[in-house]
């Protein structure tokens, strides 16, 4: 593949699961999470469970992707756009690091609740399972912003063609 094929083919492997990963978990922070909230209990343990199944295989594949998009472009990429994209991977790891050793496990404990009723201590379980919902909401986001950054300041440092005037 031509270099500049291979460097927009990775670009848009890094940039699309990026900011779908961090539209997503904002969405969830700004609407889930609130919603949450709002309802009775059993509603939201139910439906925090059902949403499990649904984030189940979408989060992880969207992770899996960005996280080979953003190295992919590492190892296309030149310069400091090399670097955002070795720092959005780092970020993306992170993300996919806290969600499967932090939420998941956080997750599995919410779902036992459906069987067996909430821990005493549920209030602050779940305020646990938010901090680390923030925390992989923050570095996720924080990878699509490192590599948009990243593009836009290449973009303004490219050379431009001489227009010819008419």
């Known amino acids: 593949m031509e270099r ?3 460097l927009l ?4 492997a890094a940039v699309v699961p990026s900011g779908i990963l ?14 949450f909230e709002a309802v009775p209990l059993d509603v939201h343990l139910t439906f925090r469970v059902a949403l ?4 189940g295989l979408v989060m992880p594949v969207l992770m899996g992707i960005g996280f080979v998009g953003a190295v992919w472009l590492a190892l296309a990429a030149r310069g400091r756009l090399r670097v955002a994209a070795a720092g959005a991977a780092v970020l993306t790891a992170v993300t ?3 969600t499967r050793f932090g939420n998941v496990p956080a ?8 069987a067996t009723g909430p821990a005493p201590d549920y209030v602050e379980r779940l305020r646990y399972w938010g901090v680390l919902n923030d925390l992989r909401l923050t570095t996720a986001v924080a990878a ?3 590599l948009v950054v990243a ?11 001489v227009e010819m005037a008419r």
């Open 4 to 6: 500049s094929a291979n």
């Open 9 to 12: 083919a990775a670009t848009v």
């Open 22 to 35: 961090a539209g997503a978990l904002s969405y969830g922070r700004v609407n889930v999470v609130p919603t």
């Open 52 to 55: 499990f199944g649904a984030n």
């Open 96 to 98: 996919a690091a806290v």
């Open 107 to 114: 997750n599995d404990e919410v779902r036992a609740w459906l």
């Open 144 to 146: 699509f912003v490192v």
């Open 151 to 161: 593009l836009a300041s290449a973009a303004v440092r490219a050379p431009r063609p």
